[in-house]
């Protein structure tokens, strides 16, 4: 006589149980590996892009430290000619002429003049960089909507939106004081594209 000895239900459930368990478990460990690969990566990608700001503002700043330092406009420095706005025999940085020639580009501001005396003036911009820009004339001290973010209401005039290439003018009657020229694309300000300009009494 034989005698079969068969598994209680109960048994077999929680077998069963943790069977699923186990396979729930290690689809929980491939989620998982899977995300903590993407959150890497992607702490990866941002401190390369920090790196790169950090790089472009400090390569500004030392553009900027250099010309103060000098005392000479950026054209006469990088061997421009005086299209319009030349240097002759007025102290250090300032424009014999009404007009002031500002070169935007990757990530800079540079007029032709720092100085110029008070009253009707040109400011006639060129795009030599790679992307859009756009330049804007404040009074000192700027009013900001956050860090690195001028209040655009605040400005006095604006050359909008210029493509590579693109040049434009305005013209604004300004008073004695110390002036911001500066691209308020966003985030061009503070990746250091902007220039302090001087207007001095008549």
Excluded: W
Aim: proline residues 5%; aromatic residues 4%; charged residues 20%.
């Amino acid at each position: 006589m034989s005698t079969t000895i068969e598994t209680p239900p109960e048994a077999r459930s929680l077998e069963d149980e943790l069977h699923e368990l186990q396979s729930d478990e290690k689809r929980f460990e491939t989620r998982l590996q899977k995300s903590q690969m993407a959150v890497a990566i992607a702490a990866f990608g941002a401190l390369i892009l920090a790196v790169a700001a950090i790089a472009i503002a400090l390569a500004n700043k030392s553009n900027n430290t250099t010309v103060m330092m000098r005392g000479t406009a950026p054209a006469a420095r990088h061997g421009g000619g005086m299209p319009g706005g030349g240097m002759m025999g007025q102290g250090r940085g300032a424009a014999t002429s009404r007009t002031i020639n500002v070169q935007l580009g990757e990530m800079y501001a540079r007029p032709n003049a720092s100085s110029i005396t008070a009253g009707k003036v040109t400011f006639a911009a060129r795009n030599d960089g790679k992307l859009v820009h756009e330049l804007m004339v404040e009074r000192m001290p700027m009013r900001m909507d956050g860090p690195g973010r001028p209040n655009e209401k605040a400005a006095l005039g604006m050359i909008q939106d210029m493509q590579p290439g693109a040049s434009g003018k305005m013209t604004l009657n300004l008073k004695p004081g110390t002036y911001q020229l500066f691209c308020n694309v966003p985030g061009h300000y503070a990746a250091g594209q902007h220039a302090v300009f001087t207007v001095t009494k008549s």
